[in-house]
């Protein structure tokens, strides 16, 4: 997914709520389409086939010959095309991502997109929930990917993995561990030796687990896609073949893909690996572009020292957009229009392009896992991942869901699955928290805060067997005598206070200003004895998208001055907002909630669900 700019301001102490509810063979594609270049190029527009298209028996429990898995293949007179099993084959996919997906809703989910007519499913990996710690690997409950693809075979659905190392999806610096940022001389997404061994060692992890998934093992991933969108970033010509051999070296077997947009799908491309294209509507020209229809392109191409894509391979498109994610200070959601959907899909069809739409179902950014983007600005993308997609973020139906429906019923020889229910949904009544802590008093349930000369970013902090901090707040405490010009060069957001030196009360903390990215400097005013300058960071997510992965270090990245002398001597405290400190404030003594309190403080509410409680939503008012 291409974070391009389609369109935060200060993200304010909202942010730090958490709440959590536990409670086809087309065996006769009747005469393809004569020659795509000239239809695309003519006047003449291809008309949806009057035959339908029968991949019912071409399903991951039907098919039990598995010797020849999803090829490509290319018939003169006739357009390239895939097949599966040896039989013709349109890839009719959705994306679905696991990660922002309860576990419980698995089922609904890829249901719906089986019930819609959609053949595939495609989710990316992110390395960053799976491997938060060098060598330590989580794969269950919400992240457990392998029974997400088992779940989706069951269900019949192909798969289509996209397993990175960088996916950029809109997550936490493209779904690259933070831990990563700890050298500044290591050069994410290249053959840089401290990254590549440990794309390594975490592909030897992942790779183990999917090769008994393939196609060819009797499992439904038909394909697997080489990194993702490598063409706009573009740092480092080996790597893309680097990661390609890395794939094969670990067992992976089935049609390995790039996906690129259509300006950069050239040099996003490697020998021998089916190029896709992503996009937001039906672009003949885009597809010229990229299938290098025209001679022009192919001399281009050679006099940039690139590639052409072959003619001899079938068109796919990789993303879809049908939607678009929100971030933080845009003035709306994004959304799109559901005929145009409708419209862009038929293209798709009549043209005999295999997509895949994205989303399908986005779902949501749990916890802190957002990413951001920064053209000039950062950022940072919305917890909801809605994506405007074929369904909501609470998985119900859309018009464009059942315009999708309507038509791929219009062009399937076999009946549509009957629609899952609706998930039965509750109003509950208004929460109004009745208590409180300042963060002030939460610091002794914190775990023990690093003391160091300077300031320590986030990643760098010593913490978490080494791997420092991925996600949350930070909060710097050192002493100061002096007022005067402060400069402090912060990321994302910082909140400055004084309050009266004191290893047991604090009181009259006084906010005096905010810092970010873009603003470093704060008058400070005189002070009649020495205070603790306290210095509060947010981390409103790391970059996704483009050359700046590179410097999305969160926190302090160094010194404090004031009138250009260093500030020396720091207390870090770390916050995470880890499920384990939400346990440790159980036990701490709340207070009642004031008529006005205008520091960073943590609420506690009660939402009284019954014995049987159901999908609600939440709407925080200012």
Same mark, same amino acid.
Request: hydrophobic share 40%; aromatic share 12%; proline share 4%.
């Given at each position: 997914m291409e974070s391009s700019p389609r369109c935060s301001p200060c993200l304010s102490w909202k942010r730090i709520v958490c709440i959590f509810f536990l409670p086809f063979s087309l065996s006769s594609l009747a005469p393809s389409i004569k020659d795509k270049e000239d239809l695309i190029i003519g006047e003449a527009r291809a008309q949806l086939p009057r035959y339908r298209f029968n991949w019912s028996h071409l399903t991951p429990l039907e098919l039990k010959n598995r010797s020849m898995g999803l090829q490509t293949e290319s018939i003169a007179g006739s357009n390239p095309y895939f097949t599966l099993g040896g039989h013709k084959f349109l890839i009719f996919g959705g994306s679905i991502h696991y990660f922002r997906v309860p576990r419980a809703y698995w089922r609904d989910r890829l249901l719906k997109l089986k019930a819609c007519g959609f053949n595939t499913v495609t989710t990316y990996v992110p390395w960053n929930l799976h491997e938060p710690?060098?060598? %330590?690997?989580?794969?269950?409950?919400?992240?457990? $990917?392998?029974?997400?693809?088992?779940?989706?075979? &069951?269900?019949?659905?192909?798969?289509?993995?996209?397993?990175?190392?960088?996916?950029?999806?809109?997550?936490? $610096?493209? #779904?690259?561990?933070?831990?990563?940022?700890?050298?500044?001389?290591?050069?994410?997404?290249?053959?840089?030796?401290?990254?590549? &061994?440990?794309?390594?060692?975490?592909?030897?992890?992942?790779?183990?687990?999917?090769?008994?998934?393939?196609?060819?093992q009797g499992g439904p991933i038909i394909a697997v896609q080489v990194e993702n969108e490598y063409g706009s970033f573009d740092k480092d010509k080996d790597y893309m073949l680097y990661l390609q051999k890395a794939l094969l070296k670990r067992g992976i077997v089935e049609l390995p893909l790039t996906s690129d947009s259509e300006k950069k799908v050239l040099r996003g491309s490697i020998k021998g690996v089916l190029a896709t294209i992503n996009m937001n509507t039906f672009q003949e020209n885009a597809i010229r572009y990229s299938c290098d229809s025209y001679r022009m392109q192919r001399a281009r191409s050679s006099e940039i020292g690139m590639r052409p894509l072959p003619r001899n391979k079938p068109v796919m498109i990789m993303e879809y957009w049908v939607g678009w994610f929100d971030t933080w200070g845009s003035s709306e959601h994004k959304v799109t229009n559901a005929d145009n959907v409708e419209k862009t899909v038929s293209e798709f069809i009549k043209f005999e392009i295999s997509f895949n739409v994205y989303m399908f179902h986005g779902g949501t950014n749990f916890g802190f896992i957002n990413g951001a983007i920064n053209?000039? %600005?950062?950022?940072?993308?919305?917890?909801?991942?809605?994506?405007?997609?074929?369904?909501?973020?609470?998985?119900?139906?859309?018009? !464009?869901?059942? %315009?999708?429906? %309507? $038509?791929? #019923?219009?062009?399937?020889a076999f009946p549509l699955p009957p629609l899952p229910e609706i998930t039965v949904k509750a109003v509950y009544p208004a929460v109004r928290p009745s208590l409180y802590l300042p963060l002030w008093d939460v610091l002794k349930y914190l775990n023990e805060p690093v003391i160091s000369? !300077?300031?320590?970013?986030? &990643?760098?902090?010593?913490? +978490? +067997?080494?791997?420092?901090?991925?996600? #949350?707040?930070?909060?710097?405490?050192?002493?100061?005598?002096?007022?005067?010009?402060?400069?402090?060069?912060?990321?994302d957001t910082a909140q400055v206070g004084l309050s009266s030196f004191s290893t047991e009360v604090f009181l009259n903390e006084t906010s005096i200003g905010m810092l970010s990215d873009g603003n470093h400097n704060l008058n400070i005013p005189e002070v009649r004895e020495c205070q603790l300058l306290r210095v509060l960071v947010e981390n409103q997510g790391r970059v996704n998208f483009s050359w700046k992965i590179q410097h999305q270090r969160k926190g302090l990245i160094a010194s404090i001055t004031i009138n250009d002398v260093p500030v020396e001597g720091y207390t870090i405290y770390s916050l995470e907002m880890k499920m384990n400190f939400f346990e440790r404030l159980r036990s701490a003594t709340w207070k009642p909630v004031p008529n006005s309190y205008l520091g960073p403080a943590f609420y506690l509410g009660t939402l009284k669900a019954g014995s049987s409680p159901k999908d609600t939503f939440l709407r925080l008012r200012n």
């Open positions: 710690q060098r060598g %330590k690997f989580h794969f269950s409950e919400n992240l457990d $990917l392998e029974a997400c693809v088992l779940m989706a075979a &069951e269900i019949g659905l192909w798969v289509i993995l996209r397993p990175g190392p960088y996916i950029c999806s809109e997550i936490d $610096l493209g #779904g690259l561990p933070s831990w990563l940022l700890q050298d500044p001389k290591l050069r994410l997404r290249t053959t840089d030796n401290g990254f590549v &061994e440990a794309v390594d060692q975490y592909f030897d992890h992942l790779m183990a687990r999917v090769v008994s998934l393939q196609y060819h053209f000039g %600005k950062h950022r940072a993308v919305v917890t909801s991942y809605d994506y405007d997609a074929v369904l909501t973020e609470a998985g119900d139906y859309t018009d !464009k869901y059942f %315009k999708l429906r %309507k $038509l791929f #019923g219009s062009i399937l000369n !300077k300031p320590v970013n986030m &990643e760098n902090l010593p913490i +978490n +067997n080494g791997n420092g901090q991925s996600y #949350g707040f930070i909060l710097y405490e050192t002493p100061i005598c002096s007022g005067g010009e402060l400069y402090a060069d912060v990321q």
